[in-house]
Nanobody
């Protein structure tokens, strides 16, 4: 089993910054990949940023140039630096892990086996 705990959410003004962290624990063996998803009320879960099966970073178009994903493999910590935040970034943000050779695409949330409980991000204008 793998446990994921997100932190760092909160409220910010438009144009502000927040940093999210996700600590993974449990039996996490390579290969695996990690990603951030978000879900706003009434909307489908959306992939935000992640490391794909090749270890490269991928971002959804709306956050490119504003968000940066990083990871500390030794500590199993995934981070998301969010700058120039906009009200439309308001959502619950989730950390997720896909294991084995599963395709880790941001458009394939069903392929991610483990999910955190989420952390709320609220951006006001």
């Amino acid at each position: 089993q793998v446990q994921l705990v997100e932190s760092g959410g909160g409220s910010a003004r438009s144009g502000g910054s927040l940093t999210l962290s996700c600590a993974a624990s449990g039996y996490l063996y390579s290969p695996y990949c990690m990603a951030w998803f978000r879900q706003a009320p009434g909307k489908e879960r959306e992939g935000v940023a992640g490391f794909n099966n090749y270890g490269s970073t991928v971002y959804t178009e709306s956050v490119k140039g504003r968000f940066t994903i990083s990871r500390d493999i030794t500590k199993n910590v995934l981070s998301l630096q969010m700058n120039s935040l906009k009200p439309e970034d308001t959502a619950m943000y989730f950390c997720a892990v896909a294991t084995g050779s599963t395709w880790c695409g941001l458009r394939s949330p069903a392929n991610f086996r483990y999910w955190g409980q989420g952390t709320q991000v609220t951006i006001s204008s």
